[in-house]
């Protein structure tokens, strides 16, 4: 039945419609009367005090102008977490439309097994050979299992939609996610975990993985947007 | 290690701020300056008339004023389908923070197994015994299995936010859900199939399980809106 | 002091990411699993179907994945009700960092002037030429009036923020607005009476007319779209 | 026609359904799965403790399964920046409905009239007896011959949604606007300046006259999560 076990996550960028000048024109309307688009467009210095004014002093709505649609392949337990994000926009695979692949998560070595510390601060430590071990060969087999139960009842007639109940949070899921430049940072702020941040989060690993990604594409986009977000705490504005 | 299958959904009305004198009110500052609160007060009719109107008309702002607060068990699967519902709040159990109990769906022998039709509008038909048979079996072998495997990951000391990922989603778990009327019914025009709604919707059974207590709920607590609701389509205004 | 009366309102499209292929690909990850992608490149009609079927069973997050920016110019009383819409980004003119223009708006002949019906259904009539009079003449003089007793307190050193409380709602205020199609086919179900809708609306004139250009952009960039949204009652899915 | 002009605001707490014991109880079932409900009822500082908790680290969602509607009377200046705030629910005086009352806002004698400083933090001054007498007596002028046209206009059967356009936008209109704990709060972290907030905003006076009685009532509510708020920076969580 082919069954795949892998340790990523897929993160593409699929459309975008953000630069930093969409913030700036955006602001310019509402907060920044004195100044003519002439002069910024002119000055460039003038862009980066003014996005970094904006993400200072909380001024929000000059980031929501753009849009950024993302292709994600990620383990269910990630979307679950994922999806508590309402300022977003989300098309997943309906395991009700379609047989679901066998494609599971499975943690690489280097992932952290091990907690410890109070619940809401947990630190994590790299596990034993012997966790290790147990962890891989524990989710495969329980996987694979679960795998052939959900193709049982789907030969034998049963619908998707029961059929499913039997997999696990770690089998994959793909979707598209759109978000605003403000919603991202917000997500960003949460699920990801960095030195210099004024709120410090804890992020399941797997879902900071997808979050990496989306910070490289948002640093490229609009990379003047995000050095104010890292300048100032990395809170979304 | 006491393991439960179960065939229900638990939902429990936990606190409520909702009833339909507070959409007269709140449409009155608005909507219906000529109509005096004594009047209203006075004619209970009149109360029916504005609701119905402002049902037909979608005002949708006047439903907005209320909230109810559930306490939902529902298998994970649920809860996915239940959170694309952006206007709402939640604070569902974390599998990061405390190890879920052993509670599993598996569908009743009332449960329709078998799927015909198009994508969108399949039909659903009950399962000959050896299909019912056959899911039954499964699911429990399959959940009883994963279980295992997750207490063993965690009696290793494996952190339970990793163990977890061998959870099938028809494990149960809980939360807490916050609504308005407006949004709720929205909810039930989605969620619930019933004959007489403008739009014909095709909900998973175990999601209109949860909606049909849903509505009885705020059948009770908002009589006038909810006959108002069932009488112009059932599309939330 | 330059002061300009205008019966019209400006709409302009600065930005669009939107297109009936996104909506298609959207919809292709959650709901039709069976459809591959070059089946719908390959037959246009494919995708005529499904975005009709997207419609009408209000499958509404496939329309979500886009975004349009407009910049809008249109009397205060306008930005009041738009902005109950808020499934949208906004950033408005703010008079507290800048000096608002003498820009301001006034009835055509064309504009009906005059009320019946009941409150929620009124029906609007032409007015007499003495009323077209009365309301040209009155606003003119209200409004150079009120823009003179502003000018007079800016003068005077005093602050903005409190200059501007003399200024009627029908002065001029610019905007940048961006929406999805989702949000912005709830707008137009909302804002323009049509003919063959399933909802009927009452929105005031002022607000239809940009509720007009909105749509031939929207209709321009998404056609399919556009005739699906006509075709099933002009509700937003 | 008895105008009536007014230097407040009217901020009436119409119906509540919070207490920081709800906030606990949320958040129980999501993040602190090893306390026991008892154990919380038992000891308050455990609850002052998770509260505290709750807001340092961002889990927001337990501050949202609560209600408070208010009744407020405010200029329409105030309306248009509070309706920025799409996390709430607005019903508004229509004065396409009603007839607006001759009730205006002029600024008190206490009120500061004079701004410097830079665009986004200006500072604000008292006004000099002139300035003073002139911000009276200009508003009470304008207002007055504004409202007399209103009535005009009226009285010559042109419709309401018309003859509304002279109007100024320091006229009050009344609305209903029910929020949660965690909306309020960012409400009042943008519309109050308080010391040791952990952003500075700069608020205009009348905004902040509703906020600070909005404040009153919810540190009456909920007096921990407010506590937690002012301890934590006064940023929502």
Not at 52 to 79: C, Q
Not at 122 to 137: D, I, K
């Amino acid at each position: 039945m082919g069954i795949e076990f892998r340790s990523d996550v897929t993160v593409e960028l699929v459309r975008a419609n953000a630069s930093d000048a969409d913030v700036v024109f955006a602001a310019r309307v509402s907060t920044v009367g004195e100044q003519s688009l002439e002069d910024v467009d002119a000055d460039p210095q003038r862009s980066v005090g003014l996005i970094n004014y904006l993400m200072r002093d909380r001024h929000g709505s000059p980031f929501e102008h753009n849009s950024m649609t993302f292709f994600v392949k990620a383990p269910i337990f990630v979307w679950r977490e994922h999806m508590r994000h309402r300022i977003a926009s989300y098309n997943e695979e309906s395991a009700r439309y379609r047989e679901l692949l066998p494609v599971f998560y499975v943690p690489s070595h280097e992932r952290p097994l091990v907690q410890s510390g109070k619940p809401g601060a947990y630190e994590f430590h790299p596990g034993t050979p012997a966790q290790s071990e147990l962890v891989e060969r524990t989710i495969q087999e329980s996987c694979t299992a679960a795998y052939s139960g959900y193709l049982e009842m789907l030969e034998a007639g049963v619908a998707r939609e029961v059929a499913r109940m039997v997999l696990p949070v770690t089998i994959y899921s793909s979707a598209y996610v759109t978000m605003n430049a403000r919603a991202l940072m917000n997500f960003l702020s949460l699920r990801r975990k960095v030195e210099g941040s004024y709120f410090v989060s804890y992020p399941q690993r797997e879902i900071e993985m997808v979050a990496e990604v989306y910070e490289d594409h948002f640093a490229q986009l609009m990379p003047l947007t995000h050095s104010a977000f890292n300048e100032h705490g990395r809170v979304a504005p």
